[in-house]
C-alpha cells in the first residue's frame, strides 16, 4: 500500500523520479512479472504512459505504472493520477438508471416518448433498455454535421438531442447492434426530468459522494483538478500534446466524466458487492440484450458481454481525445482490473491488454490449449453454413488436421480449436463458436460470439445439399446503400503533425486508413455521414463546393478532426 503521508506529496515532487515502470504486488513473483510484461513491452519509459489496479475479490493483487504522465516535465505516470475516461461514462449514467428502476421511478420497458417531452413518433418503439443497449436504431449524433459546429461551447442536453429528434431511424429498434451515444444522451436527460436535477448532480450525490469518488466528477477542462495528468496523441513524427476541443456538455451523459484509478475500484467494489443495485439490476447491466430475431447483442448496459475460454467476461472501454481508459471484470472469479493511459490512438490496445492481464492474474495461463477430439467429431461439425439473419452469408467449416479452418463471408480461413465437443475458439481474438445439436447428436448450427459483436447463427446445411452448395458460388451479399459521387471524399486528411486518415476506393467501395485503422470500410448514414461498422465508429466529412474538405473521426467520445492536404 501507499504510505498516507505519500498522498500529500505535490504532484511536482515527482519530478525527480526517473521515469521507469514500477508495480507493487501480492500475486506471485513470477506472475507479477508476467502482468507487468504486459505493458512494459508495450509503453516505453520516456512517452505518454498508463496505470493499472487489479483486485481479487475486492482485494488489491496488482498497483502498476508505466512511461510519462506528463512527458515535458518528465514526470512519470503514479496510480493515483486523474485521467478523462471517455465512454466508461456509460457504466454510471447505466448505473443511474438501474437505481430508478430499483426505487420504480423508471421502466426499463418505458417508451422513449413517455420520458422526454417533445420526441416524436419515432420515440414510440424506442424502449429504455434499447437506449442502454445501443439497440435503438437512432442516429449516432456525432454524425450530425451540425454538431462539430458547437463543440467548442457550452451545450443543454436538449441541444444535444435537437441534432437527432427529427432524423429518420438507421433501423428498426431492436433489429440490430450499433455503438451509439445518442442512447445514452437520452438517459442522462430522462434522469433529469424523473428527478428534477441535473445528470451531474445525481451521479455526485447517489453514487460519487456516498463512495468517496473524490476524483469523479465532469471533466471540466478549465477547472484546476490535483493529479490529472495531459494527454498525448501519437503521430509519425513522435507524441504531440492534444488540447481539449470538445466542452464536456457537448459529450455529456455519454462520455463526459474524469476518474482515477482508487474512484473506479471504490465503484467496482459497490457494485458487486450489492451496495448500490438489486441483484436484478446488476444482472440487467450485465447480461446481453436480445434482438428482435432472437440474436443476443453482446452488451448488456453498459457493459461488454462476452464468453472466452468458457467463462464470462465483461469489459467496456473509453476513449477521449488524448486518452484511453479500460476496465474488464471476470464475474465468476472475482477479478476485476482497470487500466488508465494518456496515450491516444484509433484502437484499444490498452483494453485487450487489460484483458490478458486480468486473466493472467485469475490464473489463467497465458494461452488456451486445445482438447484432443477424435478425428470423427471433428468431421461431424465440418460442413456449410447460412448465416440465420442473412441467408447470402455462407461460412464453409473444414477439418484440419486436428482442429477447424472455417471461411466466412470474404473472411479468409482462420482457425477453429477445440474445447471441447460441443465448444471451439479461436486464439487471439477472444471469439467462441457454440456446437448446436438435435436430439439425436447431429449438428444443427454454430453460434458465434466475439466481444462488442454479438452473435451470429449459423445454420448448418442439410447433408443433400452440402456438396451442391459447396460447389455453388456464393451468394452476393447485400449491397450496403449506394454512395453519390463517393469520388469527392477520396483523399488525404491531417489529423495532426505527420498522421494521416486515407479515403480511397478499393474494388469499387470507399475505405478509410488511419491510426490503428486498414481498409474498414465507410457505410453511409447520412449526408457525407458513415459509420465504421468494424471500429465501432464514425466519419463525418464537410463538403463545400461539391468536395470534401474536412473529416471528423468519432469513435466512443474520442474525437478528432483534419483538414484535407490533397
Given at each position: 500500500m501507499i504510505p498516507r503521508l505519500a498522498l500529500r506529496l505535490p504532484l511536482l515532487a515527482l519530478l525527480a523520479t526517473p521515469a521507469l515502470a514500477g508495480h507493487t504486488s501480492t500475486l506471485p513473483p513470477e506472475l507479477a512479472r508476467q502482468v507487468d510484461d504486459v505493458f512494459a513491452e508495450w509503453i516505453a519509459p520516456d512517452e505518454p504512459g498508463g496505470v493499472v489496479l487489479i483486485l481479487d475479490e475486492g482485494k488489491e493483487v496488482?498497483?502498476?505504472?508505466?512511461?510519462?504522465?506528463?512527458?515535458?516535465?518528465?514526470?512519470?505516470?503514479?496510480?493515483?493520477?486523474?485521467?478523462?475516461?471517455?465512454?466508461?461514462?456509460?457504466?454510471?449514467?447505466?448505473?443511474?438508471?438501474?437505481?430508478?428502476?430499483?426505487?420504480?421511478?423508471?421502466?426499463?420497458?418505458?417508451?422513449?416518448?413517455?420520458?422526454?417531452?417533445?420526441?416524436?413518433?419515432?420515440?414510440?418503439?424506442?424502449?429504455?433498455?434499447?437506449?442502454?443497449?445501443?439497440?435503438?436504431?437512432?442516429?449516432?449524433?456525432?454524425?450530425?454535421?451540425?454538431?462539430?459546429?458547437?463543440?467548442?461551447r457550452e451545450s443543454t442536453p436538449d441541444q444535444l438531442i435537437?441534432?437527432?429528434?427529427?432524423?429518420?431511424?438507421?433501423?428498426?429498434?431492436?433489429?440490430?447492434?450499433?455503438?451509439?451515444?445518442?442512447?445514452?444522451?437520452?438517459?442522462?436527460?430522462?434522469?433529469?426530468?424523473?428527478?428534477?436535477?441535473?445528470?451531474?448532480?445525481?451521479?455526485?450525490?447517489?453514487?460519487?459522494?456516498?463512495?468517496?469518488m473524490a476524483s469523479t466528477a465532469v471533466n471540466d477542462p478549465g477547472a484546476i483538478v490535483p493529479g490529472r495528468v495531459p494527454g498525448y496523441a501519437r503521430a509519425q513524427e513522435g507524441w504531440q500534446n492534444t488540447k481539449a476541443e470538445l466542452h464536456p456538455s457537448q459529450l455529456y451523459a455519454a462520455g463526459a466524466l474524469r476518474s482515477s484509478l482508487d474512484d473506479l475500484a471504490r465503484f467496482h467494489r459497490a457494485l458487486a458487492g450489492g451496495r448500490l443495485l438489486s441483484p436484478a439490476a446488476l444482472a440487467e447491466m450485465t447480461t446481453p440484450g436480445v434482438l428482435v430475431d432472437g440474436r443476443r447483442t453482446g452488451y448488456g448496459a453498459g457493459w461488454a458481454v462476452s464468453r472466452q475460454r468458457g467463462r464470462t467476461v465483461l469489459e467496456h472501454g473509453g476513449a477521449s481525445y488524448g486518452y484511453y481508459s479500460a476496465v474488464v471484470w471476470l464475474p465468476e472469479e472475482g477479478v476485476w482490473g482497470a487500466v488508465m493511459t494518456n496515450r491516444y490512438g484509433f484502437g484499444d490496445e490498452a483494453r485487450s491488454r487489460l484483458v490478458r492481464a486480468v486473466m493472467l492474474a485469475a490464473g489463467w495461463p497465458a494461452r488456451e490449449a486445445p482438447a484432443t477430439l477424435d478425428g470423427a467429431l471433428l468431421e461431424q461439425i465440418a460442413g456449410v453454413y447460412l448465416a440465420e439473419h442473412d441467408r447470402a452469408l455462407r461460412m464453409t467449416v473444414t477439418r484440419d488436421g486436428d482442429h477447424l479452418l472455417t471461411a466466412a463471408g470474404e473472411e479468409g480461413a482462420r482457425p477453429a480449436l477445440p474445447r471441447s465437443p460441443d465448444e471451439l475458439f479461436r486464439p487471439g481474438d477472444g471469439e467462441e463458436l457454440e456446437?448446436?445439436?438435435?436430439?439425436?447428436?447431429?449438428?444443427?448450427?454454430?453460434?458465434?460470439?466475439?466481444?462488442?459483436?454479438?452473435?451470429?447463427?449459423?445454420r448448418r446445411v442439410a447433408e443433400e445439399l452440402q456438396e451442391e452448395l459447396a460447389a455453388a458460388p456464393p451468394a452476393a451479399p447485400t449491397p450496403p446503400a449506394a454512395i453519390e459521387r463517393p469520388e469527392i471524399y477520396v483523399g488525404r486528411y491531417a489529423l495532426g503533425p505527420g498522421l494521416e486518415a486515407v479515403v480511397r476506393l478499393e474494388n469499387g467501395a470507399l475505405v478509410v486508413d488511419a491510426v490503428g485503422f486498414q481498409s474498414v470500410p465507410l457505410l453511409p448514414t447520412g449526408e457525407h455521414a458513415f459509420s465504421l461498422p468494424s471500429a465501432f465508429g464514425s466519419v463525418l466529412f464537410e463538403v463545400r463546393e461539391g468536395r470534401a474538405q474536412a473529416l471528423t473521426f468519432t469513435q466512443g467520445a474520442q474525437v478528432m478532426q483534419g483538414a484535407r492536404v490533397e
Open positions: 496488482f498497483r502498476g505504472s508505466w512511461g510519462l504522465a506528463h512527458a515535458e516535465l518528465g514526470v512519470r505516470s503514479d496510480p493515483r493520477h486523474v485521467y478523462a475516461i471517455g465512454s466508461l461514462t456509460k457504466q454510471f449514467t447505466a448505473t443511474a438508471a438501474l437505481l430508478l428502476v430499483d426505487e420504480g421511478r423508471l421502466s426499463l420497458d418505458a417508451t422513449l416518448a413517455s420520458l422526454v417531452p417533445g420526441f416524436p413518433i419515432t420515440g414510440a418503439g424506442i424502449r429504455v433498455r434499447q437506449l442502454l443497449g445501443h439497440t435503438t436504431g437512432l442516429v449516432n449524433f456525432a454524425n450530425v454535421p451540425e454538431w462539430t459546429a458547437t463543440w467548442g435537437d441534432l437527432f429528434r427529427r432524423k429518420p431511424l438507421v433501423d428498426a429498434p431492436g433489429t440490430r447492434f450499433e455503438y451509439n451515444n445518442s442512447g445514452y444522451v437520452l438517459v442522462g436527460r430522462a434522469i433529469e426530468l424523473l428527478t428534477g436535477q441535473s445528470w451531474a448532480e445525481f451521479l455526485d450525490e447517489r453514487i460519487f459522494r456516498p463512495l468517496g456446437v448446436e445439436r438435435d436430439a439425436d447428436g447431429r449438428v444443427l448450427r454454430l453460434v458465434a460470439r466475439r466481444p462488442y459483436r454479438g452473435e451470429i447463427r449459423w
